[in-house]
């Protein structure tokens, strides 16, 4: 069976394929922008064009056009090849890239973070929450904070933790807590909408 993973939820787009639980090839790019432009490129480099049985595909939080495009991408080839999409929390796999128990920090609108706390076993200890990084600094629970703003929210705390700076990668997708996969291809935004429908 293989497996191809897609992540576009940051700055970081990558794609990895997987064949009977064996990493084949991935791609990896920090673009900033042009998502849409390199995803599907970088998929038909992958063996095979990147042709899989199964589609995962990161649903945030992170970039909205990023998170949209990755999501597009997966439902169309799910539908050409035939093939099952289930989607995951981008911060289930930065946690699962950290391989022990870690605070997850990543980007946020309008300045604020999202953080999210893993035990060792990559489970969820609470929700993901988008905070501004005074609040941010009140919800780490773990010795290692990890993700693209994981030195800010270490400097904001004012204590000493073990840091690692590491942006999602596709190719460690395995490493995700299987419970952390879903059917429901909903974006996960992390934040309430900024535009309010009126009175």
């Known amino acids: 069976m293989r497996i191809l993973a897609i992540e576009t939820a940051t700055e970081a787009c990558s794609v990895a394929l997987f064949e009977?639980?064996?990493?084949?090839?991935?791609?990896?790019?920090?673009?900033?922008?042009?998502?849409?432009?390199?995803?599907?490129?970088?998929?038909?480099?992958l063996p095979g064009k990147g042709r899989a049985d199964a589609i995962r595909v990161s649903l945030g939080p992170g970039s909205f056009t990023g998170v949209r495009i990755g999501l597009a991408t997966a439902r169309a080839l799910a539908i050409a090849w035939g093939a099952e999409v289930m989607g995951y929390p981008t911060l289930a796999l930065v946690a699962a890239m950290a391989g022990r128990g870690a605070t997850v920090c990543m980007n946020g609108g309008h300045g604020e973070f999202f953080v999210q706390n893993f035990d060792s076993r990559g489970e969820?200890?609470?929700?993901?929450?988008?905070?501004?990084?005074?609040?941010?600094?009140?919800?780490?629970?773990?010795?290692?904070?990890?993700?693209?703003?994981?030195?800010?929210?270490?400097?904001?705390?004012?204590?000493?933790?073990?840091?690692?700076?590491?942006?999602?990668?596709?190719?460690?997708?395995?490493?995700?807590?299987?419970?952390?996969?879903?059917?429901?291809?909903s974006p996960l935004y992390g934040r309430s909408p900024d535009a309010k429908l009126p009175g």
Do not use: C, W
């Not at 988008?130 to 919800?139: H, Q, T, V």
């Open 124 to 185: 969820a200890m609470d929700k993901v929450r988008s905070l501004p990084p005074e609040d941010a600094a009140n919800a780490v629970l773990q010795p290692l904070i990890v993700g693209n703003r994981a030195s800010a929210l270490g400097d904001s705390t004012g204590n000493t933790y073990e840091i690692s700076e590491i942006l999602p990668d596709a190719q460690h997708l395995l490493r995700i807590d299987p419970g952390q996969f879903t059917p429901l291809l």
């Open 20 to 45: 009977d639980g064996q990493l084949l090839d991935a791609r990896h790019e920090v673009l900033g922008r042009g998502h849409a432009e390199r995803l599907v490129p970088m998929i038909a480099e």
